[in-house]
């Protein structure tokens, strides 16, 4: 996974204030209760990602933790939307 590059970060951003516009253009559709927006680190050695993931909370001003699944993350809430960074070690997806 490698992380978007300018083009590719306005056209997420288009997209979703387009989403934002359509859904309350269209009060029939239905819209979950929540939703997350998660960005992975480019793929590495575990304390590499990790690494990142600080780096990213440091960015957006909060502590990164571990999940009880051994996840790494760091979120920021916008309402019912979460910006979401997350590690995933090989070894957590292996399952040992």
Known sequence: ???????????????LRKLA?????????????YSNV???????????MR?????I???IGVEARETVRG??????SFGPIEYRAVAICEHYQEGT
Do not use: F, K, W
């Open 71 to 76: 996840h790494y993350v760091a979120a920021r």
């Open 38 to 48: 998660l960005a992975l680190p480019p793929d590495g050695d575990c304390a590499g």
């Open 21 to 33: 516009n359509y859904l309350e253009s269209n009060p029939d559709v239905p819209a979950p209760s």
């Open 51 to 55: 690494a990142e993931i600080d780096a």
């Open 1 to 15: 996974m490698t992380y978007a590059n300018a083009t590719e970060r306005q056209a997420i951003i288009s997209g």
């Open 57 to 59: 909370a440091e960015r």
